[in-house]
């Protein structure tokens, strides 16, 4: 496997995922039209009598919707890491326990879920989704010379190594971070395309 065979992302908040090609993925605009059409219908199943019959047919609308953004929700999941795992040998992520999770519209469970689809498809595929299981700040690290710009506020979207001079959008140098540490702990652990983080081997298909 070449470095460009893999591929980092970063875990930023579920309406953007971006990776270390400069890739960002947002979540699309009917999703969004339908979680504020959830948040109006729950706001109205607030104020109707308790007990009514309108309130129990409000409850059944807006419990329509949640299903209705769950199922939205797991497609946009599915597509997107079927596309990491066709387009790459081995994808890196970070280790959800280490980072904030409570950012974007999905939260930590969400990440969970991409994270566990990648890794299933990875295995079925005979490919690798390796977690960056310790911490480093990926996002105040410089991807072009390792300088640690810890001065980095949460929100500044891009920024200037003071040392190099290159300029960063945050996510992606996060991403590329994420690719070089994980293209380290890979050949590390000497993996091989038919064995997974896990340290399985994987059936050729
Ligand atoms: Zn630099």
């Not at 971006?18 to 706001?43: D, V």
């Not at 309130?55 to 199922?71: G, M, S």
């Not at 969970?112 to 299981?133: F, H, M, N, P, S």
């Amino acid at each position: 496997m070449t470095p460009e065979d893999s591929i980092g992302i970063d875990l930023g908040s579920i309406d953007l995922v971006t990776t270390s090609r400069g890739e960002k993925f947002a979540n699309p605009r009917h999703y969004r039209t339908l979680e504020r059409q959830l948040k109006r219908e729950q706001r109205k199943l607030s104020r109707k009598q308790p007990g009514s019959n309108n309130r129990r047919k409000q409850r059944q609308k807006v419990a329509r919707l949640n299903e209705q953004i769950a199922n939205r929700r797991q497609d946009v999941l599915h597509k997107l890491s079927r596309q990491l795992i066709d387009e790459n040998q081995a994808i890196f992520c970070e280790d959800l326990n280490v980072k904030g999770m409570t950012r974007g519209n999905m939260g930590k469970a969400g990440w969970g879920e991409l994270v566990r689809q990648l890794k299933y498809k990875a295995q079925w595929a005979g490919k690798t989704c390796l977690q960056i299981d310790r911490f480093y700040a990926s996002s105040k690290l410089c991807s072009a010379c390792d300088y640690k710009y810890i001065e980095l506020a949460r929100s500044e979207r891009s920024w200037t190594c003071p040392n190099c001079g290159v300029e960063h959008d945050r996510d992606i140098n996060a991403a590329i971070n994420i690719q070089k540490e994980g293209l380290k702990q890979y050949v590390a652990a000497g993996l091989s395309e038919t064995e997974n983080a896990c340290g399985e081997t994987v059936r050729p298909a």
